[in-house]
């Protein structure tokens, strides 16, 4: 088991800030499009955010993921990512949240104003 | 030359290769030891016999009794816990030659294991039968049903599938990609998973599909 312990220590990035389930957060990926094919196929990369709600931490060690549920033109998006995934580009903190359970589920069936989560007063 | 090493599985875990992330089976490979050659004269059949697993020292006393310790003194090897056969070419190896991982990112192998033993199970499980609804006034679960017919045949058809023993057979994963070699810690992943548990003995070959293809 200390292999794999270590193999996936390797797979881990540092860079990756704290955050929690209820906290805001801005994941900005890397894309890569592929256009035309055979000789005329071109990889273009381009950088895309996603902004939302941390509403669930999952995993441990390298094999950890976190969701983000956002609302986008009316409809409830929900993007699950592996916390150290190579894509992910930035997390930055936009809000820490006040929550008291660690898997915001409930969310997805508040609406409007009850569909927030308390700002974090004292932050630590 | 075709290539064949006894490893053990160690668990499973993924990695992250390039944007995607892919799911492995590490397992330890070797070093193994060539402990006796099959020959057609004398044994009627062509084989490679490999040993894996170093005895300690401290240990070989109480583990290999005379006979075995005998076998391995003359492959001049350190006693091994665990010995395979393997159909390859004896002309290519030599007796005590040490074999240790040869396979190359991105080859493909055939691993061979001993599947995780399931114990006695009903013919959903070890059959994939579809059962009956489990509410709604069935009482028609999880049962086999019909298992033939009436006067003729009179009687079951051999190799019916009925409840039993499942697991614990001698399986082959076909074509798992080496996805990461690490000579020095003899170690290496392979996409996907490897039949057995954890610490199982699995025996590593080269794929034969990929292998016949080349011939053509």
């Known amino acids: 088991m200390k292999e794999i312990e ?3 220590r390797s797979q881990m990035r540092e860079d990756i800030i704290p955050f929690q389930p209820g906290d805001t957060i801005k994941v900005t990926i890397e894309i890569k499009e592929a256009s035309g094919s055979g000789e005329k196929r071109t990889v273009r990369t381009r950088t895309q955010a996603f902004q939302g709600l941390v509403i669930r931490r999952q995993g441990a060690g390298a094999r950890e993921t976190f969701t983000v549920r956002k609302i986008s033109f009316g409809v409830g998006v929900e993007r699950t990512f592996p916390v150290h995934s190579p894509i992910i580009k930035d997390i930055q903190m936009i809000q820490e949240g006040d929550v008291r359970r660690a898997k915001l589920y409930y969310i997805r069936d508040k609406v409007g104003k009850a569909a927030r989560v308390k700002k974090k007063k004292f932050t630590s | 030359m075709s290539k064949a090493i006894l490893g053990e599985k160690l668990g499973m875990t ?6 995607l992330l892919i799911p492995v089976t590490v397992l330890r490979v070797g070093p193994c030891v060539v402990t006796q050659l099959k020959s057609k004269e004398k044994d009627g059949y062509e084989a490679v016999q490999l040993g894996f ?3 300690p020292r401290e240990k070989v006393e109480k583990k290999v009794n005379m006979p075995m310790q005998g076998h391995f003194d003359k492959a001049k090897c350190p006693p091994q816990k665990y010995l395979a056969e393997v159909a390859l070419d004896p002309g290519e190896f030599k007796v005590g030659q040490r074999l240790t991982v ?12 001993v599947s995780k033993g399931k114990g006695f199970a009903g013919v959903i499980k070890r059959h994939g039968y579809s059962g009956g609804p489990a509410s709604h006034g069935s009482r028609f679960h999880r049962a086999p049903g ?5 006067a003729t045949p009179s009687r079951v058809f051999k190799g019916k599938k009925l409840p039993g023993r499942m697991g614990g057979d001698k399986v082959t994963a076909q074509n798992l990609q080496v996805v990461e070699v690490d000579k020095d810690k003899s170690l290496m992943m392979v996409r996907g998973s490897v039949p057995g548990p954890r610490g199982s003995i699995v025996l590593i070959r080269e794929s034969v599909k990929i292998a016949s293809k080349g011939k053509r």
Do not use: P, R, Y
């Not at chain 2, 990112?105 to 294991?113: L, N, P, R, S, V």
């Open chain 1, 6 to 8: 270590t193999i996936e």
């Open chain 2, 14 to 19: 993924q990695l992250f290769k390039g944007d």
């Open chain 2, 53 to 55: 697993g170093e005895i």
């Open chain 2, 102 to 113: 040869d396979f190359a990112e991105g080859d493909q192998t055939d691993i061979t294991g």
């Open chain 2, 146 to 150: 019909s298992v033939g017919q009436c």
